[in-house]
Nanobody, 123 residues
Framework: QVQLVESGGGLVQAGDSLTVSCAASGRTSSLAAMAWFRQAPGKEREFVAVIGWSGNRTYYKEYLKGRFTISKDNAKNTVFLQMNSLKPEDTAVYYC????????????????WGKGTLVTVSS
């Protein structure tokens, strides 16, 4: 089993930057990728970004590319999502997910999920 614990969410103002983190523990040797998804109030969960376990491949939701950056600290099995120029529409619960398969944007491709961290962007 793998455990994922997110941290770093909070209340920020529009235009601010924020970085959320996800620490993986347990049977991490089985993992091949980690990802971030988000779910805004009243909306479906959507893909944000994914990174290969070694940190060498990254993919983003197209319209978030350039504002959001996913990265990984391999020594600490921790993945980060740096979010810049935040907008009120970025308000959502941000979920960390991990997969034993190759990087994918599909949530059904994920094997493990964290409980989420809330990011609220005020206007």
């Amino acid at each position: 089993q793998v455990q994922l614990v997110e941290s770093g969410g909070g209340l920020v103002q529009a235009g601010d930057s924020l970085t959320v983190s996800c620490a993986a523990s347990g049977r991490t040797s089985s993992l091949a990728a980690m990802a971030w998804f988000r779910q805004a109030p009243g909306k479906e969960r959507e893909f944000v970004a994914v990174i290969g376990w070694s940190g060498n491949r990254t993919y983003y939701k197209e319209y978030l590319k350039g504002r959001f950056t996913i990265s990984k600290d391999n020594a600490k099995n921790t993945v980060f999502l740096q979010m810049n120029s935040l907008k009120p529409e970025d308000t959502a619960v941000y979920y960390c997910a991990a997969s034993s398969g190759p990087p994918t944007a599909r949530d059904y491709g994920m094997d493990y999920w964290g409980k989420g961290t809330l990011v609220t962007v005020s206007s």
